[in-house]
C-alpha cells in the first residue's frame, strides 16, 4: 500500500467498531514528506478528533515548545499517532487497533523515510522498537532500526503533568540536532548503552519495518 492509497483507505476505514463509531475525524497525520523527523503518539484526543490534526490543544503547545527549543518548527516534522481514531472516551488503544492500524504508520513510515523517528509514551516505543520495556525505562536511548534512529521518550500528556517528566522530554528532544545531523546507521548496534546495565538490555528485532 503507498502513501496516496493509505490515506484514501484510512479516512474512509472501518477496522475498527468501536473506533470508528465514535470518532468525529480521522486524524492520519500531517507534515511534509521529505521531513528528516517523524514523530509518533499514541492516539488523537478530543481536540485531534475534532480538528481531523494531529497534536492539537495542551499537547500540541508542548509539543511546539519542545520543537521550538531546538530551532525545528511542526511544519518540517511528520506527525501522526499509532491509531488514526480517538478511542472512545479517551482509553488507550488496544493491541488488535494498533494491529489493524499498523499498514496505515508503515505506509507513512516508507513515504517519508525519515532519519529519525520519535516514539512518544509506552505504546508507540514498543510498537516502534519491538522492545517490551516502559517509556521511563527505554527513554534517551537511540536505537538504529532498519537505517533510521528510533528514539523513544515519553508521552506529552505525562509530561503536562508532572514537571519532572517535562525535564526528562526537554533534555531527549535536545539531543535531537546531533541526531539529525548525524549519518544514518548502517548497523543494528544499540547507541548509547551506557545507560543501561547488560542485563537490562532486550535482543533488538530487526526488520520490523
Ligand atoms: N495528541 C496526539 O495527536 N497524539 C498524542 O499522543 C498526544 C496528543
Ligand atoms: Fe481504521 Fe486505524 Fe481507525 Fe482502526 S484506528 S478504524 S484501523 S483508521
Known amino acids: 500500500m503507498d ?5 484514501k483507505e ?11 463509531q465514535a470518532r468525529t475525524k480521522v486524524v492520519f497525520g500531517e507534515g511534509p514528506l521529505n521531513a528528516g523527523l ?10 485531534e478528533d475534532r480538528e481531523g490534526k494531529p497534536f492539537q490543544g495542551a499537547s500540541g503547545m508542548l509539543l511546539d515548545r519542545l520543537l ?17 481514531c480517538r478511542p472512545p472516551e479517551g482509553r488507550s488503544p488496544k493491541p488488535a487497533e494498533i494491529n489493524a492500524c499498523r499498514p496505515y504508520l508503515m505506509a507513512q513510515l516508507a513515504a ?10 509506552d505504546l508507540a516505543s ?7 520495556e516502559s517509556a521511563s ?5 537511540v536505537i538504529p532500526l532498519d537505517g533510521r534512529y528510533v528514539f523513544p ?10 514537571p519532572a517528566d517535562r525535564a526528562l522530554l526537554i533534555s531527549d528532544f535536545s539531543r535531537l540536532p546531533e541526531l539529525l545531523a548525524s549519518e544514518r546507521p548502517s548497523t543494528y548496534e544499540t547507541l548509547n548503552v551506557s545507560r543501561a546495565t547488560t542485563a537490562e538490555r532486550e535482543p533488538l528485532q530487526p526488520g520490523l519495518w
Do not use: H, M
Request: aromatic share 6%; glycine share 10%.
Open 3 to 7: 502513501f496516496a492509497e493509505a490515506q
Open 10 to 20: 484510512a479516512l474512509d476505514c472501518r477496522k475498527c467498531g468501536p473506533l470508528c
Open 38 to 47: 517523524f514523530i509518533v503518539g499514541e492516539a488523537p484526543g478530543f481536540n
Open 68 to 84: 521550538g527549543s531546538v530551532g525545528l518548527d511542526r511544519e518540517r516534522v511528520y506527525l501522526t499517532n499509532l491509531v488514526k
Open 112 to 121: 517519508v523515510d525519515p532519519k529519525v523517528v520519535i516514539a512518544l509514551g
Open 126 to 132: 514498543r510498537s516502534l522498537t519491538g522492545r517490551k
Open 137 to 141: 525505562r527505554i527513554r534517551g536511548r
Open 153 to 162: 521518550t515519553l508521552s506529552l500528556s505525562r509530561a503536562l503533568y508532572t
